[in-house]
């Protein structure tokens, strides 16, 4: 439900304290006046700068910027039998002063009686503890498709400007989660840069302003499968997922996948391997990028994380290394923090309904909760052995090609070898001015510096997880030249 609607039916059944969540003040604004008019009710707006302005009130320029004296001044608004709703942008930044809380509280339990509406225009949520039980909180809700296409016509007004069909779709797509005036914005420089719409400017837009939370990162590739050596089953899969899904169907939608594999084994070069594939954004987000230094900060910037990811839906969502982004599951030095920004994330995983597409990588499963990978918060539990013959041919291939190496040139022994090492022997040939051979004295393997820890993994992956080689489960010392054993569901003669 769009906001007015929304703020319509609280002041109706006279809740008397409002917090109205918004990055876009003057929009949501012009939603509440266009109730306010509609309905006959009373509206007066205050903020620091402009102090209070309200028609026909002959002492609002006596309360100026002082917070207090502008809660007091709701009370003379209300008039019997009508409804003053009065608006107090950014007043989140007042509520560390006990007199303004305490105002408030008493003005809200007053209100309810006269019909006098308070409500506070913040792009946060943040109510003191007094005050929790008194608000009622509704977000004014970023532009969906209709309303970024209806911007974008507003903007491209001449021939040859918008796109159409399928360029249109990647626009909005682009588009999706900016705020109504970052589209305006990005759409006007795409005109100026291009002379029409493009899309990949409003993805430049889209990576500013997640630069500047600092909650995500935006990834965008320029390489697809055909640069990624091997994993065929685990790309199949994905592909087959994502590709032609229906927007509207919501229960069809497909969840993620989590990858389990030792180091260097391509776990993260697949997830960003697989936007450029489908066609979709990477978000990655950085679970240690969320933690703050106050009381409940970490868990805010969690949530408003997790919004973002659905405001910008169809999206690829990658987390690196979930198991160390979560390490402080089960300890007490942080005040449980960690264990409940897990529990937002875990619930999001199960219950969220936008497009988003979570790719989540583990080096050591038994760093994770049992729960994190159940069914319906993942499609799929995928390991990532060290690759076959076949999959190394092919790794090395790729990586001769991008550093300029011959095909002819003998290869070293790269037994045990992950896809990380065979391009860093590559590379350190092409740094190095040498051959092959002598860059692989350089390289040390993952299996050796870690074989315990490698063997229990794939002890553990044994029967638990899919192969991403090869179709069916994981099992250990299978390669995909080896035939596997048919199992038959007929009936015993016996």
Request: with cysteine; glycine share 8%.
């Amino acid at each position: 439900m769009n906001l007015g609607p929304l703020f319509a039916e609280h002041v109706r059944a006279c809740f008397a304290g409002i917090w109205i969540e918004s990055h876009e003040h003057a929009d949501a604004l012009d939603e509440l006046t266009t109730v306010c008019r509609s309905e006959g009710w009373t509206l007066a707006t205050w903020d620091v700068a402009s102090g209070l302005e309200c028609p026909g009130m002959p002492s609002a320029e006596s309360v100026g910027p002082d917070p207090v004296a502008a809660v007091r001044a709701l009370s003379g608004m209300a008039a019997p039998g009508g409804t003053a709703v009065l608006v107090l942008a950014n007043f989140h930044r007042f509520l560390q002063s006990a007199e303004v809380v305490q105002a408030l509280a008493r003005q809200i339990v007053v209100g309810k009686q006269s019909r006098a509406i308070l409500v506070v225009l913040a792009p946060v949520v943040s109510i003191p503890v007094e005050l929790e039980k008194l608000f009622v909180v509704l977000t004014h809700e970023l532009p969906d498709r209709g309303q970024l296409e209806a911007i974008a016509r507003g903007v491209a007004t001449e021939t040859g400007e918008l796109p159409e069909g399928d360029d249109l779709e990647r626009v909005l797509d682009a588009a999706a989660g900016l705020t109504r005036l970052e589209a305006e914005n990005a759409f006007s420089l795409s005109l100026v840069r291009h002379g029409r719409i493009e899309a990949d400017t409003v993805w430049d837009a889209k990576t500013q302003g997640l630069r500047k939370s600092g909650l995500l990162t935006l990834h965008r590739s320029t390489d697809d499968f055909s640069r990624l050596g091997g994993l065929e089953s685990l790309k199949t899969f994905c592909r087959r997922a994502l590709a032609g899904m229906s927007r509207t169907d919501k229960q069809k939608r497909p969840r993620g996948v989590m990858l389990l594999s030792p180091p260097g084994c391509g776990k993260s070069q697949f997830c960003k391997a697989l936007g450029r594939e489908v066609g979709r954004p990477v978000l990655v987000l950085d679970v240690g990028s969320l933690m703050g230094s106050l009381v409940g900060q970490s868990e805010q910037r969690t949530r408003q994380a997790l919004h973002s990811i659905d405001a910008m839906a169809p999206c690829v969502v990658m987390i690196d290394e979930v198991e160390k982004a979560f390490s402080g599951l089960g300890s007490q030095g942080d005040s449980g923090v960690a264990a409940r920004m897990f529990g937002t994330f875990l619930t999001w995983l199960n219950d969220h309904e936008s497009d988003a597409f979570v790719v989540c990588t583990a080096n050591d499963v038994s760093k994770l909760p049992p729960e994190f990978a159940r069914s319906e918060r993942f499609d799929a539990v995928f390991f990532l052995d060290l690759p076959d013959r076949a999959e190394k041919d092919a790794i090395w291939a790729i990586y001769r090609n991008q550093f300029g190496i011959p095909s002819a040139e003998h290869r070293p022994d790269d037994s045990d070898w992950t896809g990380a090492e065979i391009r860093a022997c590559c590379r350190l040939a092409a740094l190095l001015e040498t051959t092959l051979t002598d860059a692989a004295t350089y390289v040390v393997p993952v299996a050796v510096t870690a074989a315990e820890s490698i063997a229990r993994l794939r002890g553990w992956a044994d029967g638990r997880c899919l192969s991403a080689h090869v179709p069916g489960l994981y099992r250990h010392g299978r390669t995909s030249d080896k035939p596997r054993r048919r199992v038959s569901h007929e009936p015993s003669a016996n």
